[in-house]
């Protein structure tokens, strides 16, 4: 399997030109290490290489991963999470990239002894095989957030669908961005929605130039293991 920090090295290429194509500045983007197919030590070599962030979609794998790194890793719970799972997860975890229906919210308020800083997940494609508020829902639901108050929606997050031509998947992040901006204008204290969380493996690129700042990456930087 090649090293973690070769696979870096062409992922920072590929950010940085999807950045200088944008005008953005290459060091606005998070990469999120996705290492919920790997081992504990190949999320070791992760964080020796330089990354952070390491992104994580099951309690279990994520809970044996900070029993070893704890830590030395910012983490992001990037699946789909269920309201009666919060409380295995919430001390450990730093962000929540899946935040979509008031239960959950009202768990994560409940069970948290501070502030969480979560991503409310939307589903722009409109797949029934993906989780996330329909766009429309978006605006309301953010207002319903007011009540609780240890959480703090610091962006959006989607999951665009794997297609052969990334390009196919431009339309959905710029929908993602634009809803993002109107939150923003909501002038919100509580949700001043700054960041994106979009991109994949594939197709990364295309959601830098169209404004993401955090893309989760796994197969092409950490490969798949387990």
């Given at each position: 399997?090649?090293?973690?920090?070769?696979?870096?090295?062409?992922?920072?290429?590929?950010?940085?030109?999807?950045?200088?194509?944008?005008?953005?500045?290459?060091?606005?983007?998070?990469?999120?290490?996705?290492?919920?197919?790997v081992?504990?030590?190949?999320?070791?070599?992760t964080?020796?290489?330089?990354?952070?962030?390491?992104?994580?979609?099951?309690?279990?794998?994520?809970?044996?991963?900070?029993e070893?790194?704890?830590?030395?890793?910012?983490?992001?719970?990037?699946?789909?999470?269920?309201?009666?799972?919060?409380?295995?997860?919430?001390?450990?975890v730093?962000?929540?990239?899946?935040?979509?229906r008031?239960?959950?919210?009202?768990?994560?308020?409940?069970?948290?002894?501070?502030?969480?800083?979560?991503?409310?997940?939307?589903?722009?494609?409109?797949?029934?095989?993906k989780?996330?508020?329909?766009?429309?829902?978006?605006?309301?639901?953010?207002?319903?957030?007011?009540?609780?108050?240890?959480?703090?929606?610091?962006?959006?997050?989607?999951?665009?669908?794997?297609?052969?031509?990334?390009?196919?998947?431009?339309?959905?992040?710029?929908?993602?961005?634009?809803?993002?901006?109107?939150?923003?204008?909501?002038?919100?204290?509580?949700?001043?929605?700054?960041?994106?969380?979009?991109?994949?493996?594939?197709?990364?690129?295309?959601?830098?130039?169209?404004?993401?700042?955090?893309?989760?990456?796994?197969?092409?930087?950490?490969?798949?293991?387990?």
């Amino acid at each position: 399997m090649v090293a973690v920090r070769e696979n870096l090295i062409e992922i920072q290429a590929g950010i940085a030109q999807a950045a200088e194509k944008a005008g953005r500045n290459k060091e606005d983007i998070n990469i999120i290490a996705v290492t919920k197919y790997v081992t504990i030590e190949r999320a070791k070599e992760t964080i020796s290489a330089g990354i952070v962030n390491l992104g994580e979609n099951r309690n279990e794998g994520f809970l044996a991963k900070f029993e070893e790194i704890q830590d030395s890793a910012t983490w992001h719970f990037i699946g789909s999470l269920q309201s009666r799972k919060v409380k295995d997860i919430i001390h450990h975890v730093d962000y929540i990239h899946s935040l979509d229906r008031k239960s959950l919210a009202k768990e994560i308020n409940k069970r948290s002894q501070k502030t969480v800083p979560c991503f409310v997940q939307v589903n722009v494609s409109g797949e029934e095989s993906k989780h996330g508020l329909a766009e429309e829902d978006v605006e309301s639901f953010v207002k319903e957030l007011a009540v609780f108050e240890n959480i703090r929606v610091v962006g959006l997050m989607t999951m665009a669908p794997h297609v052969d031509n990334p390009e196919d998947t431009r339309p959905l992040f710029k929908k993602l961005r634009l809803l993002r901006d109107y939150i923003q204008k909501l002038d919100l204290d509580y949700a001043p929605c700054e960041y994106l969380s979009m991109g994949m493996s594939n197709d990364y690129k295309v959601a830098i130039e169209e404004g993401a700042t955090h893309i989760r990456v796994g197969t092409k930087l950490v490969g798949k293991e387990i």
